[in-house]
């Protein structure tokens, strides 16, 4: 047997918070005996004063007074609240006249709580129904070990209940099986569904379809009438129950109810699908922050960034203060989540091919794009105009002028951090020769973004090569082994403004300490000081730019120039300089190394002396350093300082083919000898006396 049960004055008082008003309770509650609905329920029980024009009762005298003279097939219902329960000292026990039924919401916290609650209900004489709230959140076994533990007070029902309207059919014909295979016979299932993702009606005719057990109830309420997006309306599914089902409800009742009663309601109050209805069920979280924020005027985007940067338990329960707290927190942001700063400096044909790439998408996402330029000339921030005049108002232009030379890097950084940081949730400082896969990011790093992490390190899959992506960093010692060395990467980043902005408060530019690598050496310094929650996400993070406008450009030569300062004595004093909770692994740490970026092997080296960054006087004056930050023995590094740079990586090629690390390469046999020659040579300028032992050490 199928039975409807109608809860348009309980559920509905959600809505007018139940001042449904004394003549039209009475006129509400004799129009549904009039349709034939099978069990009307009339409001809550609870302890708290009573008011005649409100279904909120505090004694079952009262609900009697409402029910009258009984219908014959009819039952009349109360609901009660195990967080706020009539006392059962307060409820008085069962006759003929109280209504037969009592429904008490079991919240999956408080199930010991529940279960003793519905024994004494069970005691007084009533029959129960037992409303287990949300059951998405119980896993198959917990929602098994539930039925069984009030089977054991032979209920008349157990629902399967989509409090806010977040399940999918085929989830809740998954409950409404398990339910049916492990409730004690004689015991009815019942399916209470919300409208917030309008599958309400089509979950109710697939419950009526299913070869149950036992009888089901169906909840349903005039128009819908309910808290959200609404419930199942009494008036469509008691048209289907009629035309399938083989009842014979009266929907003229119903339509008078909705006419007089309802209609009125509605023009004051509104309920029903909504967008930030469905927005609430997308997230698991009480309609009530969508309803809190939709009166108070907040778009659905708006609504959508506040309730996904919520915790998981503080969506639960509406609490006003939690609403206002994110509301002030994408209020200050302008709904902004992400800015991208793209640092770049005389490349025009560069920023042009990252912003052809990203734009649409970055529009879409409501990501903005800052193109932070220290160009000599106007034409980068022509291009971004260009942009700008074609409707990508996410792409902006800000000129940076103050630039030196070594530590220019790190001084536009932290200006471009202090600019924006007041105007995005987080920002990703990022380098202009390689383009964001942004559409491809975005599923992987919002996840994150909505747990509120202080830092985001990303990575090319294909570079993860000792699987450290896809982790969640509390420990500041795991994430300075693992992503020190990637934190190096400009781009590499994407940190919470709040975060960045005490970063760089606590821990400003230091020209001894971190000088030259400022970004990775200051969310060290600052991790060590705090608590923190960093994450690594790896995929298919970046798009290569075309060779022919990344080719030989000055920046790469200045920096490969450069690399026994940085990768030498920078990175040493940079590393030793940590606090002392890093000292063990420092060792580790400072041999420098990523899949892409191996600064002390020959094939680097060879470069870095064919560019002129490499030489005696060099070798010299770093080789201090070079024992703690490579494993590269110095005589290659002198050998290398004394090979002509036009040699260089022919003589190179040599020492990486008899290490097997390249295929060799099919040289005339003069020229091997040749080769041989030059290499035997240069060696024996280094151990055989043309540098002193001494200044090997």
């Not at 024009?53 to 505090?58: E, L, S, Y």
């Not at 960045?500 to 530019?509: D, T």
Request: a positive charge; proline letters at 3%.
């Amino acid at each position: 047997m199928i039975k409807l049960l109608d809860c348009t004055l309980r559920d509905g008082g959600y809505v007018n918070d139940w001042k449904f008003g004394h003549k039209a309770i009475k006129d509400i509650k004799e129009n549904l005996e009039l349709s034939g609905v099978d069990i009307i329920e009339l409001g809550f029980i609870k302890n708290e004063p009573e008011n005649k024009d409100r279904t909120v009762f505090n004694n079952i005298d009262s609900v009697k007074k409402l029910i009258g003279q009984k219908l014959p097939n009819r039952e009349y219902a109360v609901m009660a609240e195990v967080v706020n329960p009539l006392p059962l000292d307060m409820l008085a026990p069962y006759d003929e006249e109280s209504p037969e039924i009592i429904r008490v919401i079991v919240w999956k916290r408080m199930l010991k709580e529940g279960f003793e609650y519905c024994k004494g209900i069970v005691e007084k004489g009533y029959k129960l129904c037992v409303q287990p709230a949300r059951v998405s959140q119980y896993s198959d076994e917990e929602f098994v070990d539930m039925i069984k533990m009030f089977n054991e007070l032979n209920p008349m029902a157990i629902y399967v209940v989509d409090s806010w309207g977040t399940m999918y059919k085929e989830e809740l014909l998954h409950y409404l099986k398990l339910a049916d295979e492990n409730l004690k016979d004689g015991i009815s299932v019942g399916y209470h569904g919300h409208n917030n993702m309008m599958q309400a009606f089509d979950v109710a005719c697939a419950f009526c379809e299913q070869p149950l057990k036992r009888d089901l109830i169906i909840d349903a309420s005039v128009y819908g009438i309910g808290r959200g997006a609404g419930n199942l309306n009494t008036e469509i599914f008691a048209k289907y129950a009629n035309t399938y089902l083989d009842k014979f409800y009266d929907l003229k009742p119903l339509v008078k109810i909705y006419n007089k009663y309802i209609s009125q309601i509605y023009k004051k109050e509104k309920w029903g699908y909504s967008v930030p209805y469905f927005i609430s069920a997308k997230y698991n979280c009480n309609p009530n922050f969508a309803s809190y924020y939709e009166k108070k005027g907040v778009s659905a985007e708006l609504i959508e960034r506040a309730i996904s940067t919520m915790k998981p338990d503080e969506r639960i329960i509406f609490k006003k203060e939690v609403a206002d707290e994110y509301y002030t927190k994408i209020d200050k942001y302008h709904g902004k989540r992400l800015g991208i700063i793209l640092i770049t400096a005389n490349k025009p044909a560069v920023v042009h091919c990252f912003l052809q790439r990203i734009a649409h998408t970055a529009a879409e996402l409501n990501v903005d794009i800052i193109v932070y330029d220290g160009s000599k000339n106007n034409d980068t921030k022509n291009i971004t105009q260009m942009f700008t005049a074609k409707g990508f108002s996410n792409i902006k232009y800000q000129y940076y002028s103050a630039l030196d030379k070594l530590n220019s890097i790190d001084r536009k950084v932290i200006s471009a951090y202090e600019k924006y940081s007041d105007d995005y949730e987080y920002l990703w400082v990022t380098r202009d020769s390689l383009s964001i896969n942004l559409d491809k990011v975005w599923a992987g790093i919002i996840d994150y973004m909505n747990a509120a992490v202080d830092l985001i390190v990303v990575d090319e899959k294909t570079r993860d090569y000792k699987n450290h992506g896809s982790k969640i960093y509390t420990d500041c010692t795991q994430y300075f082994v693992e992503q020190c060395h990637q934190t190096t990467i400009l781009g590499a980043s994407i940190v919470r403004s709040d975060v960045i902005k005490n970063i760089i408060k606590e821990v400003p530019l230091d020209m001894e300490k971190n000088f030259g690598i400022w970004q990775p050496i200051s969310y060290l310094e600052y991790f060590a000081k705090h608590d923190f929650v960093a994450a690594s996400w790896v995929g298919d993070l970046w798009v290569m730019m075309p060779r022919t406008l990344t080719r030989n450009k000055r920046g790469t030569s200045f920096w490969h120039k450069n690399t026994l300062w940085q990768w030498g004595e920078r990175w040493y004093k940079a590393i030793t300089s940590l606090p002392e909770v890093y000292d063990e692994f420092k060792p580790y740490v400072l041999k420098f190394e990523l899949i892409d970026c191996k600064p002390f092997s020959l094939l680097f080296l060879a470069n870095v002396r064919k560019l002129g960054g490499l030489d005696i006087f060099k070798v010299n004056k770093y080789k201090k350093y070079l024992p703690y930050v490579c494993d590269t023995p110095i005589w290659q590094f002198y050998v290398l300082s004394l090979i002509p740079r036009i040699a260089v990586n022919r003589i190179v090629r040599i020492f990486v083919e008899k290490s097997g690390k390249i295929k060799r390469r099919k040289y005339s046999k003069s020229r091997r000898l040749a080769f041989k020659k030059v290499l035997k040579y240069s060696r024996s300028l280094v151990i055989g006396g043309g540098v002193a032992p001494s200044q090997l050490n």
